[in-house]
């Protein structure tokens, strides 16, 4: 079946400007997450979300930050008067529903590489 | 919030059996660990998932020693599509803490 899917790809915006970053996960899965890579490091959690809402939002950075998911299935990563610094790779997870999220399989998809000039 | 710490990068060769080894002196009691591979321009693929002593599936073991502060991915016979980085996570509470990686490169 098909995978998680992100869109778009690359992202490429001027600094103070808007964007959103769309996932819409496997169908059937409840459980999302985003994560936020550096280039050469390891995902950074950003939030997840357990329906359509929020379970933990700990790991975004600051309220420039913000993920809706509004009927449980897609869900957008806005960012508001981007910075440079918030240039990376975003990705989208997600887990089928029955488990605990600190043992679900997450299924991540490509990601969206944001650059910001 | 916990931390992880794995080598930074491994060479092998075809066919040889590779041990990589994730640190996490912090684990809490009900965390789990899990492993994952990822390539270029490519979202983390699942390996394998454990809790304590030894997981083993079709690709790989995880083996977690009594008091899981580290924990050994084990790859037998690594072939050249192997080369990869891979990731420890640490599923802390709610939160998800992956380790840095460690670049595997598999030389023919």
């Known amino acids: 079946g098909a995978g998680v899917s992100q869109t778009p790809s690359n992202k490429v915006t001027e600094k103070g400007k808007y964007v959103e970053l769309r996932c819409d996960p496997i169908?059937?899965?409840?459980?999302l997450y985003w994560y936020r890579q550096s280039l050469g490091q390891g995902p950074e959690f950003l939030i997840y979300?357990?329906?359509?809402?929020?379970?933990?939002d700990s790991g975004l950075p600051n309220d420039r930050f913000f993920a809706v998911r509004p009927e449980g299935s897609v869900s957008t990563l806005k960012i508001q008067r981007t910075e440079r610094g918030d240039s990376a790779v975003y990705l989208c997870?997600?887990?089928?529903?029955?488990?605990?999220?600190?043992?679900?399989?997450?299924?991540f998809g490509p990601g969206t590489r944001l650059t910001v000039l | 919030l916990a931390k992880t710490t794995q080598p930074i990068s491994m060479d092998s060769y075809e066919g040889q059996e590779v041990n990589i080894t994730c640190s996490h002196n912090n684990i809490a009691t009900n965390d789990y660990i899990t492993w994952y591979q990822q390539f270029p321009s490519q979202g983390p693929r699942f390996i394998i998932q454990?809790?304590?002593t030894k997981v083993t599936n079709e690709v790989a073991s995880l083996f977690i020693p009594a008091d899981r502060k580290s924990s050994t991915l084990s790859l037998p016979r690594v072939s050249l599509s192997d080369t990869a980085v891979y990731y420890c996570?640490?599923?802390?509470?709610?939160?998800?803490?992956f380790g840095p990686g460690t670049r595997l490169s598999v030389l023919p």
């Open positions: 996570l640490l599923s802390y509470g709610q939160n998800f803490v």
């Open positions: 979300f357990q329906g359509t809402g929020a379970a933990d």
């Open positions: 169908s059937g899965h409840t459980a």
């Open positions: 454990g809790y304590k």
């Open positions: 997870a997600s887990s089928p529903p029955g488990g605990a999220a600190t043992t679900d399989t997450q299924y």
